[in-house]
């Protein structure tokens, strides 16, 4: 069973920066894209970031795009998300996913394997 572990996640100041990292048990994914979604209290899970399994192209989320760069090592078999300028609004929970199929897809259901999520808070 693969699984995806998340950490980073933590209480913020508005205008502060987290680094979020995404461990996969396996090596399967680096040919494949994998992404960050984040879920607020009471909404739908929305897509934030995706990167290709080469790193080569990265896909954001529009409004979001300004303050986030998204990366990977593919010898750690690890994604990463730099969150910059952090707002409340900001303030969910943050899981990596995974899939077997090329493209980066920024629907939830597009992808096969979720971590359990690090939680993100922005608050003064």
């Known amino acids: 069973q693969v699984l995806l572990v998340e950490s980073g996640g933590g209480l913020v100041q508005p205008g502060g920066s987290l680094r979020l990292s995404c461990v996969a048990s396996?090596?399967?994914?680096?040919?494949?894209?994998m992404a960050w979604f984040r879920q607020a209290s009471g909404k739908e899970r929305e897509f934030v970031a995706g990167?290709?399994?080469?790193?080569?192209?990265?896909v954001y989320q529009t409004s979001l795009k300004s303050r986030l760069s998204i990366s990977r090592d593919n010898a750690q078999n690890a994604i990463y998300l730099e969150m910059n300028s952090l707002k409340p609004e900001d303030t969910a929970n943050y899981y990596c996913a995974a899939k077997t199929s090329l493209g980066i897809k920024i629907r939830p259901e597009e992808y096969e394997y979720w971590g359990q999520g690090t939680q993100v808070t922005v608050s003064s």
């Open positions: 990167i290709n399994g080469s790193a080569t192209s990265q």
């Open positions: 396996s090596p399967a994914f680096t040919r494949y894209p």
